[in-house]
């Protein structure tokens, strides 16, 4: 069923809600600074391979981060390009800024005298709200971030759970971005078999909250 502009109008704005509230749970991660989140474990080994192999000063962690979400869009688009949508733009333009204005307002509360205990409670309450907030987007129907759809893909491919795979796909990053020169955290390996399985619990409960917000604005769910 093709969708109306309204509707495409209220699914991205959903979605946009929930990168917001993704995006606060990896600043809360990231200024835990117990290890940073497994996709940028790889980016980060990404970069410093090629820093130190080809010696390119045009480098810089955020144009490797866009490289390689291309290259991943651009798979997506030739294995099945249903999968790509606007709103996997919009967390790729946006995704950075979100994070730079919540590390500014944040980043003042917790500074190199927070205590382990609290850091330990940011990492931890930074996986429940990435992994809330990554469902909303799921579940808003109108794209993920280039990194989320890897998991949805290969989830719905072989018809495995979610929590499942989005945990071998973390782990796999972490694997290939340690051997390339990432840094792995404690926080890193908390992540891993952490936001997979909270996200597979928050799936269905966002689904029903996104059907209820099209509901409410008069339109039909499948």
Known sequence: MKRSLKEWGI?????????AVAHLGVTLFLLSDLGSDPFN??????????????????LTHGRVHM?????IIGVLLAVD????????????????????????????????????P???????????ILAYGMTIVIRSDAGTGPNDLVAVVISDK???????IRVLVDAAFVAAGFLLG?????????????????????????????????????????
């Open 182 to 222: 990432g840094l792995v955290g404690a926080g890193t390996l908390v992540c891993v078999v952490l936001v997979g399985p909270v996200a597979g619990w928050f799936l269905p409960v966002n689904g029903r909250l996104v059907e209820r917000i099209l509901t409410a604005a008069g339109i039909k769910t499948e």
């Open 81 to 116: 390009r249903s999968y790509v949508k606007i709103g996997t733009v919009l967390c790729m333009a946006f995704g950075g800024p979100i994070i730079d204005f919540y590390t500014w307002i944040l980043n003042p509360l917790f500074g190199e005298g927070t205590g382990l």
């Open 41 to 58: 474990v790889l980016i980060q080994g990404l970069f410093r391979t090629l820093q130190r192999v080809t010696g390119w000063g045009v």
């Open 67 to 71: 490289a390689v979400s291309l290259v």
């Open 11 to 19: 699914r991205v704005g959903i979605l946009l809600a929930g990168l």
């Open 118 to 128: 609290v850091r330990i409670g940011m990492l931890v309450a930074g996986c429940v």
């Open 158 to 164: 072989i018809r495995k759970p979610f929590s499942i």
